[in-house]
T-cell receptor
Framework: GAVVSQHPSRVICKSGTSVKIECRSL??????MFWYRQFPKQSLMLMAT?????????EQGVEKDKFLINHASLTLSTLTVTSAHPEDSSFYIC?????????????FGPGTRLTVT | AQSVTQLGSHVSVSEGALVLLRCNYS??????LFWYVQYPNQGLQLLLK??????LVKGINGFEAEFKKSETSFHLTKPSAHMSDAAEYFC?????????????FGKGTLLTVNP
């Protein structure tokens, strides 16, 4: 149980285009999902907290118009990187907090490798 | 504000040797504590967590960690390393109370296991 999927696992896009990454909780409902960014050989940096049915809460320094988050259902959150540039290349990981579980539980997706050329 | 310090960005052990990965936290109130493992190009898998109760916590794959409030530590150990343990390990904390449990991660420790 408690499986989180991400799609796609890898994506290569050209500079200036937009890319959408999906995060799905497969066997549970998640009121809250989190989006992280991880640079090579570094730790995870929280980008934003995604709440179902409301606006996402972005961490300081994260551009909300650049990284659009939509949490339209209890099992799906999407992150859209708009007008991507090479510096947006990174490993993006989502996690989901089960609605019926303890508030501190987070289950992580397998990550999406974004490369912007 | 909370913070997590993982001493040693890289730990190398021989197969069969003791594994000790260090984690110290800074928080006005003891937080929830977690250890995660990450294999290359993969997401994070929870090894174990401390929320309340017994301070020695056992997790998956033979790992355990002990919460020591006086030392503000939550070190991860395994008696005998296996080649499959080679991975990146992250210590993380989450505040007690409130409604939004954001995780704060340490910088990670890369564990290599030599044959």
């Amino acid at each position: 149980g408690a499986v989180v999927s991400q799609h796609p696992s890898r994506v290569i896009c050209k500079s200036g285009t937009s890319v959408k990454i999906e995060c799905r909780s497969l066997d549970f409902q998640a009121t809250t999902m989190f989006w992280y960014r991880q640079f090579p050989k570094q730790s995870l940096m929280l980008m934003a907290t995604s709440n179902e049915g409301s606006k996402a809460t972005y961490e300081q320094g994260v551009e909300k118009d650049k990284f659009l988050i939509n949490h339209a259902s209890l099992t799906l959150s999407t992150l859209t990187v708009t007008s991507a540039h090479p510096e947006d290349s990174s490993f993006y990981i989502c996690s989901a907090n089960p609605s019926a579980g303890s508030s501190y539980e987070q289950y992580f997706g397998p990550g999406t490798r974004l490369t912007v050329t | 504000a909370q913070s997590v310090t993982q001493l040693g960005s890289h730990v190398s052990v021989s197969e069969g040797a003791l594994v000790l990965l260090r984690c110290n936290y800074s928080s006005s109130v003891p937080p929830y504590l977690f250890w995660y493992v990450q294999y290359p190009n993969q997401g994070l898998q929870l090894l174990l967590k401390y929320t309340t109760g017994a301070t020695l916590v056992k997790g998956i794959n033979g790992f355990e960690a002990e919460f020591k409030k006086s030392e503000t530590s939550f070190h991860l150990t395994k008696p005998s390393a296996h080649m499959s343990d080679a991975a990146e390990y992250f210590c993380a904390v989450s505040p007690r109370g409130g409604s939004n449990y954001k995780l704060t991660f340490g910088k990670g420790t890369l564990l290599t296991v030599n044959p």
